[in-house]
Nanobody, 119 residues
């Protein structure tokens, strides 16, 4: 399973960006997909997750500003980021949590996409 993320870039504070991530390969079942981020000198943190059924979860710092969505037919997940703040600057990673055809858990990560918010 491979994940390809895109959509990062440089934006001014208050601006918006939309991240996309597409999964490819043999997938039996997707449990959830999500976005994480890692700022310089900090640990990777969870930003948002979404299940196949559409249940979502967000870290407190992005609630009301970020929206996660997915396209099950395309095995893709998106992150709409509005009202961006300089503290949102980080490398954003998409993650897929899945079950293989052998009924084993399998997590996969995208390559990361840089988001930089200038003040």
């Amino acid at each position: 399973v491979q994940l390809q993320a895109s959509g990062g870039g440089l934006v001014q504070a208050g601006g918006s960006l939309r991240l996309s991530c597409a999964a490819s390969g043999s997938i039996f079942k997707i449990n959830y997909m999500g976005w994480y981020r890692q700022a310089p000198g900090k640990q990777r943190e969870l930003v948002a997750t979404i299940t196949t059924g559409g249940n979502t979860g967000y870290t407190d710092s992005v609630k009301g500003r970020f929206t996660i969505s997915r396209d099950n037919a395309k095995n893709s997940v998106y992150l709409q980021m509005n009202s961006l703040k300089p503290e949102d600057t980080a490398v954003y990673y998409c993650k897929l949590s899945s079950t293989t055809w052998e009924l084993k858990p399998l997590d996969a990560w995208g390559q990361g996409t840089q988001v930089t918010v200038s003040s």
